[in-house]
């Protein structure tokens, strides 16, 4: 039965930051593909993120201003949190986030959506759009078993009453026997001190919201989406990974200086799924001991491997992190490639010669690690990473855990992982035996599956419809 659409109008407002802008971004396309109105808000900082993957599509955008002066302490310009030059400059980033709420409301009254898809980190637009009588639906960047563990963690709290001598815990009340170290725990406690209740905030919001879009797939964590609806209890459509939602998705969401890149090359001149990827998001920072170690180990395993240093990780330019002659060897060898900066990693994921993703398991990585068919050598570092890593090692058992203990987001507060203990990682993953077989073979059924869901009859395309029906309905 056909859905009449011609009525909604959804306006898609992504946070400023890399893990999350390109989900919304194809999400909102993919409405648009199936006749949906659909509108991109963002700040004029951040069109050159959304025009590329827009174009030749009919999603609109529209702006909003970003209040750099108003929020005095940042500089011009820096209006995406990966453009920030140092992490004390956050608090005046979220400063000017609150300031957007007065612009967005005059905006919405211009433009009159009838349903939003919002962050959960802009959790003050619920009092705009109830009061002005807009369908709000949530977009939390994460998947359900990470959201699902939090719940039963904020709900119980079994890491505060465990004896001070024990180290780990069992999440309760979930589907699997999960086990945690108390210092992975994501203490949203902690950060709330600096941000205003932003937590507090957010979960309100959320409560307050029509429902949750989810960049995610039934077939990736069934269990956790029947725990999310049933035992949570809350409205949520499952429609990803949004990624791989259009054919043609990778080609179209990547540029022409991605597809360009010297590393493509690289790869075309090696062997199938010999390359370990090894890439650590878009905002974690390493110190320069630990990018030493990262370097001895990637060169001990004798895998070949393509290493992404970005400028926040390699934060000061001149960090003298790498072992003695290592560049030289590499390059010689031709068993390493290192790039400093972006990486076009859907590219590089999807390339045959890559057999392995060394990941800090952020959301997106994680679905991107998944779809291109992959094991994981999994490295958490901060927020919810650590309760993926357990996705993909206890549950999916497409992983191996480099050993990372404890959760933190800056760089000099987290313990050294040695070269060799990154090696055995990476033998595991890489290498032979049919323990790395039947990993291997698992990843790629997943991936298939991946795949088959967004396809016309699988189960996010059917979830999309089933959405846009509800939609529709509500706003006829
Ligand atoms: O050189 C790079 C580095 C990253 N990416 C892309 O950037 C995105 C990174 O997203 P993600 O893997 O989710 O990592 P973060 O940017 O660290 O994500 C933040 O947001 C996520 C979604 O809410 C959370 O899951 C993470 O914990 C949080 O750190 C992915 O799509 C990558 O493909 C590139 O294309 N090239």
């Known amino acids: 039965m056909a859905t009449k659409t011609q009525d909604l109008h959804i306006l898609f407002f992504p946070y400023m930051a890399p893990g999350h802008m390109p989900p919304m971004i194809n999400m909102a396309k993919l409405f648009a593909n199936r006749g949906v109105r659909t509108t991109i808000l963002t700040t004029p900082g951040n069109t050159s993120i959304v025009k590329p ?203 022409t200086t991605d597809r360009n890149h010297e590393c493509l090359r690289w790869l075309d001149e090696k062997q199938p799924g010999s390359v370990l990827y090894v890439c650590f998001g878009s905002l974690c920072a390493f110190s320069g001991d630990q990018l030493h170690e990262i370097a001895l180990g990637l060169v001990a395993s004798n895998h070949a491997f393509i290493l992404v240093v970005p400028k926040v990780i390699e934060r000061d330019e001149k960090m003298d992190w790498m072992p003695e002659g290592f560049e030289g060897r590499i390059n010689e060898a031709k068993k390493g490639f290192v790039i400093r900066g972006w990486a076009p990693q859907l590219l590089i994921l999807n390339h045959e010669a890559v057999g392995g993703f060394m990941t800090h398991c952020g959301w997106n990585s994680t679905l991107e690690g998944v779809c291109a068919g992959l094991p994981m050598i999994t490295w958490p570092l901060f927020a919810e990473q650590f309760y993926n890593e357990r996705l993909v090692v206890d549950v999916l058992k497409i992983g191996v855990a480099v050993g990372m203990k404890e959760h933190a987001l800056m760089p000099e507060d987290r313990p050294l992982i040695h070269g060799m203990e990154i090696e055995r990682a990476v033998s595991c993953v890489m290498g032979g035996g049919e323990e790395a077989e039947a990993m291997r073979k698992r990843a790629r059924e997943l991936g298939e599956m991946a795949k088959s869901a967004v396809m016309e009859d699988g189960s996010s395309y059917t979830e999309l419809t089933r959405l846009i029906s509800e939609l529709s309905a509500l706003h006829p």
Not at 134 to 156: A, H, M, N, R, V
Not at 159 to 175: D, K, W, Y
Not at 196 to 216: C, E, I, P, Q, W
Not at 238 to 248: A, F, H, T, Y
Request: hydrophobic share 40%.
């Open 53 to 255: 993957i827009i174009s030749n599509s009919p999603v609109e955008l529209a702006l909003i201003p970003f209040p750099s002066a108003a929020a005095s302490g940042l500089p011009e310009g820096c209006e995406n949190l990966s453009s920030i030059p140092s992490p004390d400059l956050i608090p005046y980033f979220l400063r000017a986030v609150f300031m957007l709420s007065e612009p967005f409301d005059q905006i919405l009254k211009e433009l009159h959506p009838n349903v939003t898809i919002i962050d959960a980190f802009f959790p003050w637009t619920i009092d705009i759009t109830s009061k002005l009588g807009i369908t709000q639906l949530i977009f939390t960047g994460s998947g359900f078993f990470p959201l699902c563990l939090t719940d039963s963690i904020e709900k119980y709290k079994p890491h505060e009453t465990l004896p001070a001598e024990t180290e780990s815990f069992l999440v309760p009340g979930i589907p699997h026997r999960i086990e945690l170290l108390k210092t992975q725990v994501f203490d949203i406690g902690k950060i709330d001190i600096k941000h205003l209740d932003f937590f507090d905030k957010v979960r309100d919001a959320d409560k307050r919201s029509y429902g949750t879009v989810m960049n995610s797939f039934y077939e990736l964590e069934p269990d956790y989406v029947e725990h999310y609806r049933t035992v949570i209890g809350r409205r949520a459509w499952q429609i990803g990974p949004v990624s791989l939602c259009s054919e043609g998705m990778i080609k179209s969401t990547t540029t």
